[in-house]
């Protein structure tokens, strides 16, 4: 078998397209996993013409397929719209090191970063994130909106905010302002759609901590970190290495949902992160032309759930099928309806988080 420093070397032996530096000491390697006699090697490389990153991934499987005991190789590169500084290389021995606590040191201008959770997927929490930023904004709070799902990011759809983010002559990266002034950093701006996100495990963390510490967030009263579904890693890496000022579950009405969210409190507080309370999504519909009011997903669920679990219910958010249209058109119901019931229950909910 080949020893890592060989692995590593052969790697280095490449560049990226339009870089002069190895692949290795250029930061472009993401990963690299041995198991047997197949090596996999994922690469981070700038966006450019197809041509020369096949030519690169070609060769370098050559090279890799050509070491003693090597039979598969996989290699896998991502191509990136802009440059978010780089991650240092990364061997498999570094990559077991846990990340230092010190993020807090790096984003000290924050005052309070409020995660939004769910137990499950689909229930609001990017909707949520993103309303009640802008309801926090319009409250002339200054907000940030870090959307943290890596694996599915919403919020460039969802805010309307658009651009690459541009880098700072000290290698950190601005966050896009959203219409509605709010500051929105999301791995969308950064990787092309079209790719597979392949960061996984710690290389996944990595990213996350560049999406939060790398980013130039400036003076914020409030950072909205709108979190993916579950209780993975993602989650519980902020809550280690931020000082959360509390997170916001998301529910909606069924059971199933409701016991998610159980579960979802549960992991905050074996993490010590305060609960700041429970939100009902897709609560009530009212029919427009006949204004009957429907409890399509059941009712009252959230607040009950709240109170058996001892935590604040934060209140509930009609379930308004125009939601769906401005998440999709990057117009989110607060600024386009703010007369709306909606809109309403999301300034209440910004009201009751900014009286803390
Ligand atoms: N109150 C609501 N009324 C109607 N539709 C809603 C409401 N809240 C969210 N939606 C819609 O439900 C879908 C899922 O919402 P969203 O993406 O916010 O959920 P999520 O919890 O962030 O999902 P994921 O777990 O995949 O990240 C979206 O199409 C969104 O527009
Ligand atoms: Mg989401």
Known sequence: ???????????????????????????????????DAAILVALAVPAGPPGPIDGLRTALSEALTSLDGIDTVDVQIQTMLSTIPVAPPQTQAQVQTPLPPSWGEKISGIKSIIAVASGKGGVGKSTVSANLALA????????????????????????????????????????????????VMSIGFIIDADQPVIWRGPLLMKALEQLIVDVE???????????????GDITLSLCQNVDLAGAVI??????????????????????????LGLIENMAA??????????????????????????IPFLGEIPLDPSIVVGGDAGTPVVSDRPDSPAAKAFVELAKTIAAG
């Open 250 to 275: 998301v529910t909606t009405p069924q059971d199933v949902a409701l016991i998610d969210a159980r579960k979802g409190l549960a992991m905050f507080q074996k993490l010590d992160v305060e609960v």
């Open 217 to 231: 967030w400036g003076d914020l009263d409030y950072l909205i970190v709108d979190l993916p579904p579950g209780t």
């Open 285 to 310: 519909y009212t029919c427009p032309s006949c204004g009957n009011v429907d409890h399509i997903f059941g009712s009252g669920g959230g607040r009950r759930t709240a109170e058996t679990l001892g």
């Open 136 to 183: 926090l904004a319009q409250a002339d709070f200054a907000v940030g909106l870090l959307d943290a799902d890596i694996y599915g990011p919403s919020q460039q759809m969802m805010t309307g905010a658009t651009g690459s983010p541009k880098g700072t002559p000290d290698g950190r990266i601005h966050p896009i302002m959203a219409p509605g002034g709010v500051n």
């Open 1 to 35: 078998m080949p020893t890592e420093q060989q692995i590593l070397e052969t790697i280095n032996r490449f560049t990226a397209p339009g870089s002069t530096s190895g692949l290795v000491d250029g930061g472009a390697v993401r990963n690299i996993e041995v198991d």
